[in-house]
């Protein structure tokens, strides 16, 4: 079965600077998708990234990029000039038949 | 364009009573569907999965069931609620795999279950 995991269950970063969240995921397909989801408080779900698994290059918007490795099964998100407005949890989440999501990463951002 | 509409937004149930929260999509045609649920301050857990009418796949076996009566409204219900059942319930859906691919979430239910 696919498994998404979040070894960073909190981070803090200070306003201006770079942070890098981790994500790996254990599939044997080799066609499938990736995301990066924010969740602000408001709890609305919010899709700030996506990657195509047959795509090498790493997908980027704006100040959010990733670095996707397949043979390691690897996925993080670097967010540069972090921003107060990017505190908020992150999901990480994979999608073949179905979505999955992984168990978030709380970020904090120091004015 | 595509909406979701999911609610009740708040819900507070006592122990044993039954449960239904809905969600319908507007403006696509037979999307995927997904019931997760998102305990405090935690990921969030699929629930449920459907791919079409009255195809459903369940992911945790577990006091709730979904159902999917039209192409685009799924309905998770419970016949008896229990204290763990407390959480937030969000609804998605999406077109599948493909370029374009991402999931839109509803607003999202409060359930409190006492």
Not at chain 2, 91 to 107: D, I, L
């Amino acid at each position: 079965a696919q498994t998404v995991t979040q070894s960073q269950p909190e981070m803090s970063v200070q306003e201006a600077e770079t942070v890098t969240l981790s994500c790996t995921y254990d599939t044997s397909e080799s066609d499938y998708y990736l995301f990066w989801y924010k969740q602000p408080p408001s709890r609305q779900m919010i899709l700030v990234i996506r990657q195509e698994a047959y795509k090498q290059q790493n997908a980027t918007e704006n100040r959010f990029s990733v670095n996707f490795q397949k043979a390691a099964k690897s996925f993080s998100l670097k967010i540069s000039d972090s921003q107060l407005g990017d505190a908020a949890m992150y999901f990480c989440a994979y999608e073949d038949d179905k979505i999955i999501f992984g168990k978030g990463t709380r970020l904090h951002i120091l004015p | 364009s595509q909406t979701i509409h999911q609610w009740p937004a708040t819900l507070v149930q006592p122990v044993g009573s039954p449960l239904s929260l809905e969600c319908t999509v507007e403006g696509t045609s037979n999307p995927n569907l997904y019931w997760y649920r998102q305990a405090a301050g935690r990921g969030l857990q699929l629930l449920f999965y459907s791919v079409g009418i009255g195809q459903i796949s369940s992911e945790v076996p577990q006091n709730l069931s979904a159902s999917r009566p039209q192409d685009r409204q799924f309905i998770l219900s419970s016949k008896k609620l229990l204290l763990s059942d407390s959480g937030f319930y969000l609804c998605a859906w999406s077109v599948g795999r493909g370029p374009n691919t991402e999931a839109f979430f509803g607003q999202g239910t409060r359930l409190t279950v006492v």
